[in-house]
């Protein structure tokens, strides 16, 4: 009973570089999340997908581009990574984009 | 424009203490709201949820009602447990004029409970 599986769960990346952060749900919903949390901050949107097919910007989404791969799986991506962009990454789902979201255990990402 | 508003922690407590920890909502028109809880190094996971105003959402001791005449969502327990240690998140999901749902966190309140 994995619920969401988000990979890598650490990572250090230098300036510039690229990188694809995956997450997978097995409970299947519809829509899905990227989130970062930074101190303080609380949790910050950064795109969703409300179903296969669509994906749409969150508050922050300057920097990523995301891919719903299919109902499973979602990615984000940081094209030329910059230290701004370091923080934890959390994905969630939900059955629906105004139900109770669950999330994955994050991913550390850090750029130096 | 919506938001929560979480009370500033951290709070700590003594084991069996009762607690209280705040959040007021702004928003149009009828939101859910949800607490959160989250442990060291995982995730947020639902802790409860209230859909319509008076409504009581609990669970593992924890309860909060849907006050709509205060615009408050305030999370209570009577006696913690040094596993309650864990930050706890405020949220709301409200319906937009273009027909999608907007998500919004508070910023999250750090419990620590004292043996």
């Known amino acids: 009973n994995a619920g969401v599986t988000q990979t890598p769960k650490f990572q250090v990346l230098k300036t510039g570089q690229s990188m694809t952060l995956q997450c997978a749900q097995d409970m299947n919903h519809n829509s899905m999340y990227w989130y970062r949390q930074d101190p303080g901050m609380g949790l910050r949107l950064i795109y969703y997908?409300?179903?296969?097919?669509?994906?749409d910007k969150g508050e922050v989404p300057n920097g990523y581009n995301v891919s719903r791969l299919n109902k499973r799986e979602f990615s984000l991506r940081l094209e030329s990574a910059a230290p701004s962009q370091t923080s934890v990454y959390f994905c969630a789902s939900s059955e629906w984009t105004g139900a109770a979201q669950h999330f994955g255990d994050g991913t550390r990402l850090s750029i130096l | 424009g919506d938001s929560v508003t979480q009370m500033e922690g951290p709070v700590t407590l003594s084991e069996e203490a009762f607690l209280t920890i705040n959040c007021t909502y702004t928003?149009?028109?009828?939101?859910?709201l949800f607490w959160y809880v989250q442990y060291p190094g995982e995730g947020l996971q639902l802790l409860l949820k209230a859909t319509k105003a008076d409504d009581k959402g609990s669970n593992k001791g924890f309860e909060a009602t849907y006050r709509k005449e205060t615009t408050s969502f305030h999370l209570e327990k009577g006696s913690v447990q040094v596993s309650d240690s864990a930050v706890y998140f405020c949220?709301?999901?409200?319906?937009?004029?273009?027909?999608?749902?907007?998500?919004?966190f508070g910023t999250g309140t750090r419990l620590k409970v004292l043996a």
């Open positions: 928003a149009t028109g009828y939101p859910s």
């Open positions: 949220a709301l999901v409200t319906s937009t004029t273009s027909g999608t749902y907007k998500y919004i």
């Open positions: 997908s409300a179903s296969e097919g669509t994906t």
